[in-house]
């Protein structure tokens, strides 16, 4: 018999105004909605690095202030997907990879790389950013230490009790839809980014886990994810984990303010129980 796999369902970042007294209980003080956040939501997505890398201290703050059992995904860097378009990036994936996310430790979940709408399939550009991508433990230090004077701390090079090294990436053009592109992602064990939207309907899997940034429903996001739309992705992630599949679901459609929510709802649907109910 296979192993089971596990989902995490959550939200893009943990900071958001209308969440206080929603979400977080009221009086709760800011320093302490991370914390409370993680006994509610089983992952969180880190979106800060996106715009710049972060700091070891940073990262380290952050999995202490978090439960055991919880994890981050990290989004990836828009010098490297938005700036760089996936080319001529080695020294900026090394810098952002020495920055701090092994410091998380068992708490670093997955890499999220969102390409820009404008940038379209090339087999080459793809290939060779994904052959980039460290797979491995040794080949995330081994890049890592090639970082440059740009990076504004010393590397963090430790990896005590970090677990397997995950990417999904985010494919956003038309050009996209490719029965060659699914293939290449297969090759490298690198997961697509399943949207739920009426553009990118399509729930593939092409890696060993499945992330979800669930921006639908498909059939009407103005109405936001309803109990029927909650209960299909139920259903549909059990088969991924009686599969062996691990399950990373983010809630970061328009409708924010409810967004925690639906991932606990999802959470509940799957039977999952979390200290904090």
């Not at 920055?99 to 793809?126: C, E, H, M, N």
């Not at 430790?158 to 992602?185: C, K, T, Y």
């Not at 669930?214 to 991924?240: C, F, K, N, R, V």
Request: glycine share 8%; aromatic share 10%; proline share 7%.
């Amino acid at each position: 018999m296979g192993t089971t796999g596990m989902v995490r369902t959550g939200t893009a970042g943990w900071v958001f105004t209308p969440w206080r007294g929603t979400f977080y209980p009221d009086g709760l003080v800011q320093k302490d909605e991370l914390a409370y956040a993680s006994s509610r939501l089983g992952s969180i997505e880190i979106n800060a690095t996106f715009r710049a890398n972060q700091k070891p201290a940073s990262f380290a703050k952050w999995g202490e202030q978090t439960r055991a059992g919880f994890v981050f995904s990290i989004k990836g860097p828009q010098l490297v997907t938005h700036i760089r378009r996936l080319q001529h990036c080695e020294i900026e994936l090394a810098n952002f990879f020495a920055s701090g996310p092994l410091a998380l430790g068992s708490k670093l979940g997955p890499f999220i790389w969102q390409l820009p709408p404008s940038l379209s399939f090339d087999a080459a550009v793809l290939g060779d950013f994904l052959d980039l991508l460290p797979k491995t433990i040794p080949d995330y230090v081994a890049l890592a230490g090639k970082s440059d004077g740009r990076l504004k701390s010393d590397p963090y090079l430790q990896a005590e009790g970090v677990g397997p090294i995950r990417h999904a990436i985010e494919l956003r053009h038309p050009s996209f839809d490719d029965p060659a592109v699914n293939a290449l992602l297969a090759t490298h064990n690198v997961a697509r980014v399943i949207a739920d939207t009426a553009d990118n309907p399509h729930r593939t899997l092409t890696a060993d886990f499945a992330y979800c940034r669930l921006q639908g429903p498909a059939h009407d996001a103005t109405q936001g994810y309803q109990p029927a739309d909650i209960a299909s992705w139920a259903e549909t992630m059990d088969g991924w984990t009686a599969a062996g599949k691990d399950v990373f679901a983010y809630f970061v459609h328009e409708d924010k303010l409810h967004a925690p929510a639906n991932a606990i709802a999802l959470r509940q649907a799957l039977g999952i129980t979390l200290p904090g109910d």
